[in-house]
């Protein structure tokens, strides 16, 4: 709860002016419901993944994606990640934030490419701690032929954290989106 007596426009410059350049405001909205958790009422999160597939390393990419001197097959990538699709437990890929529940539903699971530039989207209702860094790991090895595609049905079956990759760097992840 933020006591602001101002507009919400004027709330959204003052953020961005204190904020370091790291960090911007797009866009507020007024919360009526004083119950609502931006955490716990988010209905799915969306979160892109950026893969750098240049035989050189880049400058200006290298805070924002991860890079392999060699472009994985990103159809054997897009065909191993449709079995992440739907509602199944994603032990063997995290640890749960708290509790122990570890069953999350996977909405969309897509690499897409353009030029050297490779790009992971997983939508999913929650994610486990390193989820995401470690399904791109998995795929990765997928697409560099270290595993069959059908081993990711394996990986998710065994609910062991040591079956999957270890978690892909973390500078190409970025939170693109929450839905409420």
Not at 15 to 25: E, G
């Amino acid at each position: 709860m933020v006591n602001w007596r101002h507009s919400i426009s004027d709330l959204e410059r003052a953020w961005n002016a204190l904020l370091p350049n790291a960090v911007a405001v797009r866009s507020l909205e007024r919360v009526i419901d004083p119950s609502f958790h931006p955490r716990f009422a988010a209905r799915s999160r969306i979160y892109r993944y950026r893969v750098w597939t240049a035989a050189w390393r880049s400058p200006l990419q290298m805070r924002f994606a991860h890079h392999e001197p060699k472009a994985p097959d990103v159809e054997a990538m897009n065909r191993a990640g449709c079995a992440l699709l739907g509602s199944h437990d994603f032990a063997s890929f995290g640890q749960p934030t708290h509790g122990d529940i570890t069953i999350r539903k996977v909405v969309t699971a897509t690499w897409t490419q353009e030029e050297q530039m490779l790009q992971f989207e997983i939508e999913a209702n929650a994610f486990l701690k390193r989820m995401v860094r470690t399904v791109v790991g998995t795929l990765l090895e997928i697409g560099k032929g270290m595993r069959p595609e059908d081993d990711i049905v394996r990986v998710l079956a065994a609910r062991d954290r040591t079956m999957a990759a270890q978690p892909a760097p973390p500078q190409g992840l970025r939170l693109a989106f929450v839905r409420y």
